[in-house]
């Protein structure tokens, strides 16, 4: 899975009938790749809606994939991509069969290799900032330093730079991406602008290393 702007969007409980407009704006705002939780109402309709809408280039996926059935469910949608908060192999081999990148959810060593193992295109570190955040992914990538890895759980706009400088491939935010206020108020001129301001200060600490 290749990410030009290395930053992953994740929305969960957002409603169906907001969700084009954050999907449009954040895109607009140079966000890459979105991805819709599993565990948010009508998930699996809100991605086949927008799939048709998703511009070249851009990427709509399904997060939180936590076992088989919810894998075949997310590419049954149209999922362009799926990301999972655990290990499941056998969430990988059907995402490889279906030719669906897929960013495995690992924490520890022995599963971090595992996953890669298991054919994951990129692992995702969760909790992340539970066990020490940068620090940790710097840890992992002592021994794994060939493995492409997603921090995911605690990431801010202040710790960016150390995320990226400890070896980080990528980063997966939430409300630190979009902003709280502006996904509770709608309002997307502010979402939008959350979504720049991020998107720029990932690209300067890449730039930088």
């Known amino acids: 899975m290749q990410l030009d ?19 449009t704006a954040s895109f607009s705002a ?10 948010t109402a009508n998930a699996d309709h809100i991605v086949s809606n927008n799939i048709p809408k998703v511009p070249a280039g851009k990427s709509l996926g399904m997060g939180t994939i936590r076992n088989l059935d919810e894998a ?4 049954d949608a149209g999922a ?8 499941d192999t056998d969430v990988i081999e059907y995402s490889k069969k279906h030719n669906t990148p897929i960013v495995a959810g690992a924490l520890t060593p022995s599963e971090v290799y595992a996953a890669w193992s298991a054919g994951a295109d990129m692992i995702k570190i969760f909790p992340c900032g539970s ?3 940068p620090k940790y992914i710097r840890e992992l990538l002592g021994p794994f330093d060939t493995i492409p890895m997603v921090a995911v759980g605690g990431v801010t706009l202040d710790s960016i730079n150390d995320y990226f400088a400890a070896g980080a491939k990528a980063v997966g935010v939430s409300t630190s991406l979009f902003g709280k206020q502006a996904l509770q108020q709608k309002n997307l001129t502010e979402l939008e602008k959350n979504v720049n301001l991020f998107i720029d200060r990932c690209h300067k600490a890449k730039d930088v290393l």
């Open 72 to 75: 075949k469910r997310a590419i």
């Open 30 to 39: 140079g966000l890459q790749a979105i991805e819709v939780t599993m565990n």
């Open 5 to 23: 702007t290395p930053v992953i969007g994740i929305l969960r409980g957002v409603e169906a009938g907001f969700f084009s407009d954050i999907m």
């Open 131 to 133: 066990l020490g955040g």
């Open 80 to 87: 362009m991509f799926l990301v999972a908060p655990n290990l």
